[in-house]
């Protein structure tokens, strides 16, 4: 009977630390920042949003020599803005997802550089933040990543959470985020068994693919052979959320390219990592 006490008090305790108003204090602080970052511009409003700790993945010659260095450092440089912005950099989360303990999330949608002048679009592509909560219970970006698109990315008004991973079957029960990730360095079929059925891949110049049939048919058309090399792993501290970047060298019908990638993976319901959002960009 004890035991059975000890354990229910476990349960209770695990419930009570989901956070479940993490999320959407999340989406309206990503929202606020659009909004200042719409006025004031880009410089002075992702120095006002990112975090001390914000980091930049910055691509190398190859995949392999790609860095990550301290996102801050290369924003002081740039020139503030002259005020009204004229040319306006304006995003709308569209979907994402929190760490049960609210310490981990990442959101996408679209954006566009709006000319005020000519009431052009100059620029239109897709965002990808990772945000990690402060110290202070604020939310600042760690991570920010963008694509271009051929096209405006319509139909991403309505914000909605992404959907948690079905459940899978490569990887052990309970393995490392980093056992996962080498798992998966030589692409192929050993990344797409650890895709979940929902993933969004994002892809520079391309419109966003959702659904692991749509992005396995994309994958083995693009590529012959690749090689990821990861450069930083971040996980909440509930364990369920994990988010790696790194360089990639690749072969495609093209030939070699060389590149930058994100992936966020969830946790799915027997305890293996699942990948649930990939974004890249080619380099050279």
Known sequence: ??????????????????DTQALPRMVATERA?????EQIGVRDGFLTFFGDDAVSLDPGATGAAAKVS????????????????LARLMWEPFTGQM?????????TGPYVVLNQLSKEIDRKGAYFSV?????DGTYRVWLDEGITLPNVWTGASEFRAAPAPDAGTAGAQGEALDDAERAVAAGGEAWVARLAASIRLHRDGVMPMEGRDLVRDWASAAWTSMK??????????????????GG???????????????????????????????TSKQTK
């Open 33 to 37: 920042f659009a909004a200042a970052t």
């Open 70 to 85: 301290r996102a801050k450092d290369g924003l002081v440089t740039l020139a503030p803005a002259k005020l009204p912005v």
């Open 248 to 278: 990639y060298d690749g072969t495609s019908t093209r030939g070699p390219q060389h590149g930058t990638w994100v992936r966020v993976w969830h946790r799915d319901v027997t305890n293996r990592w699942r990948i649930v959002f990939e």
């Open 1 to 18: 009977m004890k035991g059975l006490l000890i354990a229910a008090a476990a349960s209770v305790t695990l419930v009570a630390q989901v």
């Open 131 to 135: 945000w990690k909560r402060q110290a």
């Open 99 to 107: 760490s049960d303990d609210g310490t981990l999330g990442w959101l």
């Open 228 to 245: 990821y090399t990861p450069l930083r792993f971040e996980r909440a501290a509930s364990g369920d959320l994990g988010v790696t970047l």
